[in-house]
T-cell receptor
Framework: AQKITQTQPGMFVQEKEAVTLDCTYD???????LFWYKQPSSGEMIFLIY??????QNATEGRYSLNFQKARKSANLVISASQLGDSAMYFC?????????????FGQGTRLTINP | DSGVTQTPKHLITATGQRVTLRCSPR?????VYWYQQSLDQGLQFLIQYYNGEERAKGNILERFSAQQFPDLHSELNLSSLELGDSALYFC???????????????FGPGTRLTVL
């Protein structure tokens, strides 16, 4: 079974600061994928970034980067130069064996608030 | 805009009733996933269809059923509704074929169901 743990229910950050959202995972699969989604107050789920378990380099997408530490089973999201529009819920998710169920397993989320 | 459409956006109904939620995937995507987001359970996978066939089942109640039609749109049927079924129901789509490259799932805007 797969499990995602996000230990920060809420975070408050000053605008323009960098922020790290924590995510740890547990799986017995050798191959898996890790995802981050953003959910603004409007409710939609927005895909941010993906990291494969065999990727040697950390994934980056604009201001988002994923700090992947496989031995520690962590996949933290780093947002550089935070903006007011980054205020939202952030979910870490994983998918396991690509030949099996392709469902996403989500963590409980972290509510990020950017202060001006 | 993810390209995934869901209707209706909001649904208010009474206990014991039956409702149907509809989802149209992104053009070219063969897989459709249904997720439920509630305050107490978080985001949970319900069921996946791939090219018309059920592929994986999650925590879906027996009162709930789904199908994917030849044009690839999907419907989630919820019957004998209870207060606890009130939630945000997401549909997501992806290319879906088993692959070592994890295709991200694109989420629709969700249907907010309120059971009174």
């Amino acid at each position: 079974a797969q499990k995602i743990t996000q230990t920060q229910p809420g975070m408050f950050v000053q605008e323009k600061e960098a922020v790290t959202l924590d995510c740890t995972y547990d799986t017995s699969d050798q191959s898996y994928g890790l995802f981050w989604y953003k959910q603004p107050s409007s409710g939609e789920m927005i895909f941010l970034i993906y990291q494969g378990s065999y990727d040697e380099q950390n994934a980056t997408e604009g201001r988002y980067s994923l700090n992947f530490q496989k031995a520690r089973k962590s996949a933290n999201l780093v947002i550089s130069a935070s903006q007011l529009g980054d205020s939202a819920m952030y979910f870490c998710a994983m998918r396991g064996d690509p030949w099996g169920a392709q469902k996403l397993v989500f963590g409980q989320g972290t509510r990020l608030t950017i202060n001006p | 805009d993810s390209g995934v459409t869901q209707t209706p956006k909001h649904l208010i109904t009474a206990t014991g009733q039956r409702v149907t939620l509809r989802c149209s995937p992104r053009s070219g995507d063969l897989s459709v996933y249904w997720y439920q987001q509630s305050l107490d359970q978080g985001l949970q996978f319900l069921i996946q269809y791939y090219n018309g066939e059920e592929r994986a089942k999650g925590n879906i109640l027996e009162r709930f059923s789904a199908q994917q039609f030849p044009d690839l749109h999907s419907e989630l049927n919820l019957s004998s509704l209870e207060l606890g079924d009130s939630a945000l129901y997401f549909c997501a789509s992806s290319v879906g074929a088993p692959s070592f490259d994890y295709n991200e799932q694109f989420f629709g805007p969700g249907t907010r169901l309120t059971v009174l």
